[in-house]
């Protein structure tokens, strides 16, 4: 356990002096590494108290390289600088380059399952940090990386001339070498970097491993046994000289950071559910074109099931839709704007994914009151068919640009009638609601390269490839997104082929691309008129019983109306990209049991029990299959047998019949 987390504490609230282990790179620096701490080069590190030591071992396709350092320790250096060893009851989670020592008890929140989230926000920061620190002088090198030569439009004009004004100013001595930045070094005009919610402090640690331009990281947790872990995991790992453990609230954290000079250049939150009590602390702590990085877990919320509890956090109405997680991304990034513009701040999206089953977005925040004002005619709220799933989007501004003035107004709408115009049912009101693009692409597109160019890097290398390809190739004007299965279930045909439906579109003249949140998404400039035209021409080829059809349904009111296009199902080549083209890792299967959002950590200890596996296998598809015998119905003991007070001993059951529970009731 982590009862010894006090005697850290030193270690958390300082900052400490520089440990002078340095990573990467080399089989004769890893056994240097493994020297110091008095192993042998693979041998795993066990505890005094505990001869066997389990490890979680690595997925097969994640590579894990031992510690490593540039140079020989110091002896001085390794006296004053002491091995960790392992607590009674913990393991070495490893992931990327880091080895986290974790307990087994559930005292501090890990998830296996996020290993992408983590991959490729390390990528972004990457090229983040490669932009950023350009501008300040400073190149960024990352290990297994090719020469990259970057020439913009004006370096090109004179290319020509390049050459010899190089050599007159290296001859001069008028110009400095650039400085180089490395994984595990740090970076004096590095960047500043704080995880809000660190936990186990994994994710930090990969960022001073796998990093390369970093100043300083700041692993913040509010409880103390996580954030006596972070010190100890930062001391294991040998990057203390660059991360730093602190236990505070993470609000109050980020409001003392509100100063320009104090603030981070990246801020990273991945709570166990909402964020929205920390985004308005982080629209101010983050620098001026700094990096905000926000994950969130509440998809329930955001996807529909509690539109009146979205509103109460992000400040908008989520609705039940098959689009419905695009829309969380424009939620967020919508929660994200509103709270940045009341103190003259806005953001610029440069990546937004939804992904198993949480959400995370990579935006920059910059200042400038006149760019404020353009918030309004950003957002919009979304009308929504209940019947066929038709949607319009309403913006809440008007720009209109006169000259070099820029006039705002007030929208007009609404852009729908009483009754949908298609199937005469009625129409949900959702939002307000992001309505630009989501996406950077030239942004994306060098993450996608760095990735695609370097595959040993992330252990999920082709599953980031596989997205970011997808994300590329999406229609970054066009909001949300059909479902083909959907529009099929609606008139109650079978579903025509995923290309036959895009090459009918792009027949007609209209443009379409796949989504990256759902697998047979289609998002597309078409209006609605013209994606029920060319399904009314499909189930002409494929017919369903009219007869079996009830007038008041919107498969009735759809079919009964002649389509004004006549639809061609075609295969056109362009109808399929690149990325179902070469079978890229686009929508991964499960990759374990019980996949998917964890246990919330509790600060007593004891992880997820065998009875509350049991429950949730006996909760298994509970509506599909349900139980008729009366005898199988919630067989297990009362709340009343386990105080001892039950009056039925060893054949209570869960419901007794209605007798003995009146006369329960009377007493």
């Known amino acids: 356990m982590l009862v010894h987390s006090a005697r850290l504490f030193p270690l958390i609230v300082s900052r400490q002096r520089s440990f002078q282990w340095r990573l990467p790179s080399g089989a004769a620096a890893a056994a240097a590494a493994a ?93 983040f940090a490669r932009d950023v620190l350009a501008q300040r002088g400073v190149k960024v090198v990352v290990p297994g990386e090719k020469e990259r030569v970057v020439v913009s439009l004006s370096e090109e004009a004179s290319e020509a001339d390049a050459p010899a004004e190089e050599g007159e100013k290296m001859k001069n001595g008028a ?58 995991n930062a001391q294991y790992n040998g990057v203390g000289h660059l991360l730093r453990a602190s236990c505070r609230d993470a609000s109050m954290l980020m409001y003392e950071m509100r100063a320009k000079k104090e603030r981070y250049d990246v801020i990273d939150l991945d709570p166990y559910g909402s964020p929205a009590c920390f985004l308005d602390a982080a629209v101010q702590a983050v620098s001026e074109g700094g990096l905000l990085c926000v994950t969130c877990t509440d998809m329930a919320v955001m996807a529909g099931n ?39 701040r806005y953001i610029q999206p440069l990546l937004c994914v939804s992904v198993d089953f949480y959400i995370r977005i990579f935006v920059r925040v910059f200042t400038g009151q006149a760019t404020v004002k353009n918030s309004a005619s950003k957002q919009a709220l979304v009308y929504n068919c209940v019947g066929c799933g038709s949607f319009h989007l309403q913006r809440l501004g008007k720009r209109t640009t006169s000259g070099k003035n820029m006039k705002y107004s007030a929208a007009t709408g609404p852009p729908v009638g009483p009754d949908c115009d298609h199937c005469g049912q009625r129409h949900q009101l959702g939002g307000p609601l992001w309505a630009e693009p989501i996406h950077n692409l030239p942004f994306v597109q060098k993450v996608l390269s760095a990735v695609s160019g370097n595959p040993s890097r992330f252990g999920t290398s082709k599953r980031i490839e596989g997205v970011l390809s997808m994300v590329t190739e999406e229609l970054e004007d066009v909001p949300l997104y059909y479902a083909v299965d959907s529009l099929s279930s609606t008139i109650h045909c079978n579903t025509p082929p995923l290309l036959q439906f895009r090459s ?72 399929n990209p690149q990325s179902r083209k070469r079978h890229l890792t686009r929508f991964q299967e499960n990759p374990q049991a019980f996949w998917g959002p964890k246990a919330r950590a509790k600060a007593s200890g004891g992880g997820v029990t065998t009875n509350l596996q049991d429950k949730r296998k006996k909760c298994q598809n509970k509506r599909k299959n349900q139980i008729t015998d009366s005898s199988q119905l919630k067989n297990f003991p009362c709340k009343r047998f386990r105080q001892g007070s039950c009056s039925h001993g060893e054949k209570c059951c869960y419901s007794h019949d209605l007798q003995s529970t009146n006369e329960d009731n009377m007493e």
């Open 35 to 127: 020297l110091s701490r008095g192993l042998k080069s693979m041998e795993p590190l066990k505890a005094t108290h505990d001869p066997e030591v389990p490890t979680i071992n690595p997925p097969a396709n994640v590579m894990c390289p031992a510690l490593t350092t540039d140079t020989d320790p110091d002896p001085s250096d390794t006296d004053k600088t002491p091995a960790v060893g392992l607590l009674p009851g913990e393991t070495v989670v490893r992931e990327g380059k880091a080895a986290i020592l974790f307990p087994s008890a559930n005292e501090v929140f890990y998830n296996p399952v996020q290993e992408f989230n983590r991959d490729l926000t390390c990528a972004v920061i990457t090229e």
């Open 504 to 575: 009918a579109l792009l027949h007609a003249g209209h443009r379409v691309s796949l989504s990256h949140a759902c697998k047979n998404g289609i998002k597309t400039d078409a209006p609605p008129a013209a994606i029920w035209d060319v399904m009314r021409c499909w189930e002409k080829a494929n017919p369903v019983k009219r007869e079996k059809l009830s007038q008041t349904s919107p498969a009735f009111k759809i079919l009964s109306t002649e389509p004004s296009l006549e639809a061609c199902f075609t295969v056109r080549e362009d109808a």
């Open 175 to 232: 110009e400095e070498p650039a400085v180089t930045a490395r994984v595990g070094e740090k970076c004096e005009r590095g960047l500043r970097v704080l995880e809000g919610l660190a936990a186990s402090g994994l994710r930090s640690v990969r960022f001073a491993l796998e990093v390369p331009g970093l100043q300083s990281v700041t692993a913040n947790d509010f409880s103390a046994n996580a954030a006596g872990l972070i010190a100890r």
């Open 306 to 344: 509690s539109g009146e509890t979205c509103y109460s956090k992000y400040g908008s109405v989520s609705i039940k839709a098959k689009y419905c997680h695009e829309m969380a991304l424009r939620i967020i990034l919508h929660s994200l704007d509103q709270r940045a513009g009341v103190y003259q």
